[in-house]
Every structure is written in structure tokens, then in C-alpha cells.
């Protein structure tokens, strides 16, 4: 992955995009490198789609600047970016088989039918499917189905893919096959992917850099482990993984400083009986959810609930129990907004 200090792959500047009243996107500033796996996280109506689709050209801005590879691309169509898209429905043509579908793009633009099939069975390697030319989408699985639509955007080489939630529609165990797929097939492509996605785990688990959108705002930008564990904002800390958000009054109480914090419940041990040095607070367990390899526990302290987690080989607390709970200051960090 290149840093940003070259040309960025896909810069925006104070790009807005409106539906009458709506604000779909509202000022958003944006680099994102060449090579670099780039993730658009956010709920429903947050932005993110909107932005995807103006990167894509199916959709103008409002105002704003938008530019691939230096190159302004407002009133450009698709078909003339060097860009493609991968959608969650897929969109093959189920009367062609996979070899047509990949080659389609490349009939198009009228490559010469050898060397098309050529490029159409080198993409359907790529994507693990070599030998399933012959076949109709209808025969194949969703995650073929996939692979196939992954195949079709890759065939024309493009310098950036689009990713809109391409994984939605799978089985948590075939999404979290496709995500390594993805993240290997990114690696050997060398080129810049960007992936919308509303899942924080795909985006944490698979990105070089996130970007969180709310109500067409950007929020954060930053790796990974800085969105998890350095949220600039209430709605970053609670959206992405999951965390306490700790008011002021409270933070006031136990660090002296009047504001937000975040306090993830993995920092915080919980136990039967109370410890020495660390910042320790008691409650009583109202809730108690075993989730596989770890046990959720949501603990009242006399007015403000905290969750915890511990790991389900130890002997977690039940519903009602009083428990004393630790945490390091440095695992509160405090937060720069309050939205």
C-alpha cells in the first residue's frame, strides 16, 4: 500500500450530494490511497452508498470536487472512469454462462473474441472458479455467484473497485470465507479496493483504513485499531465494536475531567471480590449472554449500566450477583466530541 503523499486514488473535496431536502452527503473531505484497501463503514442512510455510487459516476455531486488519480470526474459516466463496481445482487445475466458474463465488458469495447475468453478464464482463476466457464449463474452457489461478479469487475483491470456490500447476502461462515478471499485477491491484484460495508467487523477485520459515516457526515478516518480504540465521538465509540460510553459527570468522578469517554468492555475484570490499586467500581449483574467464547455481562452500578466481557472458561457471575470491577485508566480514552 502507497502512503497518500503520492496522487490518492480517489480524493473528494467538499463534496455534497442532495435530494431536495435531504442531505445525502454533506461536505465530505476524503483521500484514498493507490493500493490501499479502504473501507466506508456506517447504518443505513449514513452516506456511504451515496458516496460509492458519486466515486462510480451513477450518481453527480451537488458540489464538490471529485477526482481519480488526479483526473476530475464530475459529469464523466462510468463507463468512461477507470473505475468498477461490484454489487450485492451480483447483476449477471442468468441466459449467458460464466465465461459470457465475465467476457461481456470486453465484447463492448470490441476486444477480439480469443483474446477476451483469454482474459475472461485468467479473471475466473483469480477468483478460484477456473473450469466453471460453461455454467449458467443458476447452477452456481451465492458465493460462486460472487466470485464470478468479482471476476467481471476485474477483467478490465481497472485502477480502483468499488465494493458495495458484495457480502451481504452470505452465510456468516461463507462472508467470512469471501473476506479472506477478498483481502488476498486485493494483495495480489495491487489495486485500490474500496468496500461499503455496514458490518464493523468486515471493516475492522479487512481494511488498511476505515471511514465511519453518520446522517451524511464523515466522522473518523484512521485505521482499524485507531477507530476501535481511539473514537473521536459517542456515536464512532458506540457504532463501531461495542463500547461504554462514559458520560462526564461520571469520567468527572473517577478522573477528575469533565468529559465523553469510551471504555471498551474487554479492559474491564470482573471479579467477586474487590482488588487493590486499579480504579474499581461496584454493581450487581442485571444481565448475563453467553456468546461462544465469551460471556456478556451488563452490570449496574446504582444508575449507569456498564457491559463486560469475560472469557466463557471462567466462572462468570450470575443475574443478581455483586461484583467489583477493575479497569486501567489508560484503557478510558477520552473522546474529542460529543457526537
Request: hydrophobic share 40%; with cysteine.
Amino acid at each position: 500500500m502507497s502512503t497518500l503523499a503520492s496522487i490518492p486514488a480517489v480524493s473528494l473535496q467538499s463534496v455534497s450530494r442532495h435530494f431536495g431536502a435531504v442531505r445525502a452527503l454533506d461536505g465530505i473531505d476524503l483521500e484514498v490511497g493507490e493500493g490501499e484497501f479502504f473501507a466506508m463503514l456506517g447504518p443505513s442512510g449514513s452516506g456511504k452508498t451515496t458516496c460509492l455510487r458519486l466515486i462510480a459516476g451513477f450518481e453527480q455531486p451537488t458540489s464538490g470536487s471529485i477526482r481519480v488519480f488526479g483526473d476530475a470526474v464530475e459529469g464523466v459516466p462510468p463507463y468512461r472512469r477507470n473505475v468498477n463496481t461490484v454489487f450485492q445482487d451480483y447483476a449477471l445475466f442468468p441466459h449467458m454462462n460464466v465465461r459470457e458474463n465475465v467476457e461481456f465488458s470486453l465484447m463492448l469495447r470490441k476486444v477480439e473474441r480469443m483474446t477476451r475468453q483469454r482474459e475472461a478464464e485468467a479473471a475466473l482463476e483469480l477468483v478460484k472458479l477456473a473450469g466453471y466457464g460453461e455454467r449458467k449463474p443458476g447452477q452456481l452457489s451465492g458465493g460462486q455467484r460472487q466470485r464470478v461478479a468479482l471476476a467481471r469487475a476485474i477483467v478490465n483491470k481497472p485502477k480502483v473497485l468499488l465494493l458495495d456490500e458484495p457480502l451481504g447476502a452470505l452465510d456468516l461462515k461463507l462472508r467470512e470465507q469471501m473476506q479472506d478471499e477478498l483481502k488476498v485477491l486485493q494483495k495480489t491484484l495491487g489495486i485500490t479496493f474500496i468496500f461499503v460495508t455496514h458490518d464493523q467487523g468486515e471493516a475492522l477485520s479487512m481494511a488498511d483504513r476505515v471511514a465511519v459515516f453518520d446522517h451524511g457526515r464523515l466522522m473518523q478516518v484512521g485505521t482499524p485499531e485507531e477507530i476501535y480504540r481511539r473514537p473521536n465521538s459517542r456515536f464512532v465509540a458506540d457504532f463501531v465494536g461495542s463500547s461504554n460510553v462514559l458520560p462526564p459527570a461520571f469520567v468527572q468522578s473517577m478522573f477528575g475531567e469533565s468529559r465523553w469517554a469510551s471504555l471498551r468492555p474487554e479492559a474491564i475484570h470482573v471479579a467477586r471480590a474487590e482488588g487493590d490499586g486499579e480504579p474499581h467500581l461496584t454493581g450487581i449483574v442485571v444481565s448475563r449472554a453467553y456468546l461462544g467464547a465469551t460471556t456478556r455481562l451488563g452490570i449496574d452500578l446504582g444508575g449507569t449500566l456498564l457491559h463486560a466481557v469475560v472469557a466463557s472458561t471462567e466462572d462468570a457471575p450470575v443475574e443478581g450477583e455483586r461484583v467489583t470491577l477493575g479497569f486501567s485508566k489508560d484503557a478510558v480514552h477520552m473522546m474529542e466530541a460529543e457526537g
